[in-house]
T-cell receptor, first 113, second 113 residues
Framework: GAVVSQHPSRVICKSGTSVKIECRSL??????MFWYRQFPKQSLMLMAT?????????EQGVEKDKFLINHASLTLSTLTVTSAHPEDSSFYIC?????????FGQGTRLTVV | AQSVTQPDIHITVSEGASLELRCNYS??????LFWYVQSPGQGLQLLLK??????LVQGIKGFEAEFKRSQSSFNLRKPSVHWSDAAEYFC???????????FGSGTKLNVKP
């Protein structure tokens, strides 16, 4: 079946630095990808919808200048957490639909120290 | 705007008993509905999905769900729960063109021996 690859799986960064997370659809094209944040023992909160060749659509309350999304090709979307702070520490997951089924990346555990 | 509500945060059932997990959605058009299961430290596994047609949907692991438009519900059921079913269950709703995909807050299922 389709595969969504997310990298890195874990990252630790210093407060104030930026971190880039990549999400690739390996054997299908994804014009739309979703970025979620999942806190421990909580649900996936949709942060933004990434659209190939156009601006991302951010959910209410999500700072678009802090969470930069780029969807430059049909197989790659990136999420950059800029000027990271400890409160940005979380589990980030990307997802994309292949036809009618959603496929998820493995997730990225971000720890800001 | 779309939203998904899972009213029950925790549910405990005895092994062998029947199970029903509730899911209510809010969406202007006919939604695409999904149920996922997530075990600790694991990714999301699709149990079943509804797009159209028969409102009773069969999924994997003996699960089924019924779409009730009049009640805006898509409840998940299983006639006899196994200890291995203990996990977190998420209901999700997608837009018809797959440019939005929201998750409910999740229901944690505990199974008593």
């Amino acid at each position: 079946g389709a595969v969504v690859s997310q990298h890195p799986s874990r990252v630790i960064c210093k407060s104030g630095t930026s971190v880039k997370i990549e999400c690739r659809s390996l054997d299908f094209q994804a014009t739309t990808m979703f970025w979620y944040r999942q806190f421990p023992k909580q649900s996936l909160m949709l942060m933004a919808t990434s659209n190939e060749g156009s601006k991302a659509t951010y959910e209410q309350g999500v700072e678009k200048d802090k969470f930069l999304i780029n969807h430059a090709s049909l197989t790659l979307s990136t999420l950059t957490v800029t000027s990271a702070h400890p409160e940005d520490s979380s589990f980030y997951i990307c997802s994309a639909f292949d036809r009618t089924e959603a496929f998820f990346g493995q997730g990225t555990r971000l720890t800001v120290v | 705007a779309q939203s998904v509500t899972q009213p029950d945060i925790h549910i405990t059932v005895s092994e062998g008993a029947s199970l029903e997990l509730r899911c209510n959605y809010s969406y202007g058009a006919t939604p695409y509905l999904f149920w996922y299961v997530q075990s600790p430290g694991q990714g999301l596994q699709l149990l079943l999905k509804y797009f159209s047609g028969d409102t009773l949907v069969q999924g994997i692991k003996g699960f089924e769900a019924e779409f009730k438009r009049s009640q805006s519900s898509f409840n998940l059921r299983k006639p006899s729960v196994h200890w291995s079913d203990a996990a977190e269950y998420f209901c999700a709703v997608g837009s018809y063109n797959f440019n939005k995909f929201y998750f409910g807050s999740g229901t944690k299922l505990n199974v008593k021996p």
